[in-house]
């Protein structure tokens, strides 16, 4: 092919222009949200010898791995991811043996152990509820046919079957067994799960030194341009790039606007993805008002409030605290009603499990509410029924200069602090490759 002299100073115009906003970036790359996917990939940009300023909009890094610290001295919980799951090929693993971090290796106690109405469940009981995972399970492995949702699944077995699967979609995917895609449960990773005395302090710690913008909400990424101007209440930043790691929930609402929209293919990814409402209560106990009997070694109960599928853990790694945790519409409605009503309900819950008694021991308490607030929007991702391929979709790139990122683009990773990790390095691997590398 041979250039003409038009198409010389189209070429010329072009490079002027693209020196011109490489004189004017701010960085070669804006990473946007500093949880375990942004941190990763900025870590991977530095790395690479490019230039990179991660923006985050609340007052510290680590996103949904967060290790509440409200209750005090010797009372922290992780609000937000605690297990290093499917460890065996999860990086963090590795992360966590080095740092020295007290993991449930360590921990004394059995579990779980099954309360029904402050009783322990009979061994009749017990088994009928393992049959009924089981026979969830079983369906859930490789379903055939086209994708439906967990709800589908399982419509045509008996009670206990149904029953399981609610449990099972609230209390690991957050979410209403109708609302979830029974493919995308089945692609998820599965293997030895690590409990983390402190997963979000750790995200933190390692990821200490990197050059992060708190308290700096994006509100706009503008790509008209050859590269990104990425708007924020303190200024714009200009960059050749940017990788946007904001939950779903946070794309979905559109609090941070694209100028223009994003192209069909990216929105219709995020369109086929959804948050589930997984949310954990910790409560202070004092326990010289209050002494675990029977249960004295049980680190996970569970019981059945009416209208909340939940657990407690009990004296995590032997502190004086009881968490709740729960999922699916019952959490999105305590996150709604606030954290006075939140504490109350959780602190009910727990009276149902062990007695009146335990109430006086409850001094304090902290609601993790995920689902309203505005950076996270909720627990973590979900494919909609017959959305499967939207997850993989989040990684086309929107005109080789914005690239999505986040436990939400994980695959089989997705919902994971390692997964986040895994496809930030996978988004700073394409940067780096379109910047040259
Ligand atoms: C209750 C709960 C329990 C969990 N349990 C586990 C577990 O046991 N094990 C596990 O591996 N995972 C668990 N997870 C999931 C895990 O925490 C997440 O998958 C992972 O931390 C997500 O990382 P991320 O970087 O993709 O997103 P995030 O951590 O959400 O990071 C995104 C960042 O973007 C910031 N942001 C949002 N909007 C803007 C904006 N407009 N401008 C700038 N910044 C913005 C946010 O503040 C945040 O810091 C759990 C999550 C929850 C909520």
């Given at each position: 092919m041979t250039l003409s002299r038009r198409s010389l100073l189209a070429g010329a115009a072009i490079l002027a222009a693209s020196s011109r906003a490489r004189a004017a970036a701010d960085a070669d790359v804006a990473v946007i949200g500093a949880g375990a996917a942004g941190l990763a990939a900025a870590a991977a940009i530095r790395h690479g010898g490019h230039s990179v300023v991660v923006l985050e909009a609340r007052g510290r890094i680590g996103g949904r791995a967060f290790t509440e610290t409200a209750l005090g001295p010797g009372r922290s919980f992780d609000a937000g991811g605690q297990y290093v799951h499917w460890a065996e090929r999860n990086p963090w693993r590795e992360i966590v043996r080095a740092a020295g971090v007290r993991t449930s290796d360590d921990a004394t106690g059995s579990w779980p152990v099954l309360v029904r109405d402050g009783v322990r469940a009979s061994e009749a009981e017990r088994r009928q509820r393992r049959s009924g995972f089981g026979r969830v399970s079983a369906l859930l492995d490789?379903?055939?046919?086209p994708d439906r949702s967990v709800a589908q699944a399982v419509a045509g077995e008996d009670e206990a079957a149904r029953a399981a699967a609610t449990g099972l979609t609230r209390l690991t995917l957050g979410e209403e067994p109708d609302r979830v895609s029974a493919a995308d449960y089945d692609q998820l990773w599965s293997g030895d799960d690590i409990w983390v005395d402190g997963y979000g302090a750790l995200v933190a710690r390692h990821y200490a030194d990197l050059p992060v913008r708190l308290d700096t909400p994006v509100t706009g990424i503008d790509w008209r341009g050859p590269g990104v101007a990425v708007e924020t209440p303190r200024g714009t930043l200009r960059a050749a790039c940017a990788i946007v790691t904001v939950p779903i929930g946070v794309l979905a609402s559109e609090a941070l606007r694209f100028i223009p929209a994003l192209p069909a293919p990216n929105a219709e990814a995020v369109a086929g993805l959804t948050m589930g409402a997984y949310t954990k209560i910790g409560l202070a106990l004092d326990l010289a008002r209050w002494r675990p009997q029977d249960l004295r070694d049980a680190v996970i109960l569970q019981s059945g409030t009416p209208g909340l599928t939940a657990y407690l853990e009990m004296q995590p790694f032997g502190k004086p605290l009881a968490v709740l945790h729960c999922g699916g519409d019952g959490a999105r409605a305590l996150c709604e009603a606030g954290e006075r009503a939140a504490l109350a309900a959780a602190t009910d819950h727990l009276v149902s499990v062990f007695g009146a008694e335990i109430r006086a021991a409850v001094t304090a308490g902290r609601l993790a509410p995920w689902w309203t607030d505005p950076f996270s929007r909720g627990s973590y991702s979900l494919a909609r029924p017959g959305h499967l391929a939207a997850r993989e979709a989040l990684h086309l790139p929107v005109a080789e200069r914005i690239f999505l990122a986040g436990e939400a683009a994980?695959?089989?990773?997705?919902?994971t602090v390692g997964g986040a990790t895994l496809d930030g390095e996978r988004a700073a691997r394409d940067v780096l490759k379109r910047l040259g590398s």
């Open positions: 490789h379903p055939a046919g994980a695959g089989g990773a997705a919902m």
